[in-house]
Nanobody, 125 residues
Framework: QVVLVESGGGLVQAGDSLRLSCAAS????????MAWFRQAPGKEREFVAA????????YYADSVKGRFTISRDNAKNSVYLQMNSLKPEDTAAYYC??????????????????WGQGTQVTVSS
């Protein structure tokens, strides 16, 4: 069982930066592929970024590529999302997700067994 807790959301202006953090409880964090998803009001939850459990390979949605960076620190049981050059369309609740030994379907909501409660990011124009 893994419990995920996000932090770092807030209200910023377009062009600003934010760093989201996700702290995981439980053992064997290094064996979990971790991801960030987001959900805007009235829209479906969508993939943002993922980092694999082996190799630490990173994957991004086209909409955030070049602006967002996902990273992990296995010693701290944490995953991060550095968000630069934020745009109003990035406004959403951001969710951390994890799944053990996940190697495929990284962009699919249903691939992940564990989810955080979400943290709100609001970008004003």
């Amino acid at each position: 069982q893994v419990v995920l807790v996000e932090s770092g959301g807030g209200l910023v202006q377009a062009g600003d930066s934010l760093r989201l953090s996700c702290a995981a409880s439980g053992r064997s964090f290094s064996s979990y592929t971790m991801a960030w998803f987001r959900q805007a009001p009235g829209k479906e939850r969508e993939f943002v970024a993922a980092i694999t459990w082996i190799g630490g390979n990173a994957y991004y949605a086209d909409s955030v590529k070049g602006r967002f960076t996902i990273s992990r620190d296995n010693a701290k049981n944490s995953v991060y999302l550095q968000m630069n050059s934020l745009k109003p369309e990035d406004t959403a609740a951001y969710y951390c997700a994890g799944d053990r030994y996940r190697n495929s379907g990284l962009m699919v909501v249903a691939s992940y067994d564990y989810w955080g409660q979400g943290t709100q990011v609001t970008v004003s124009s």
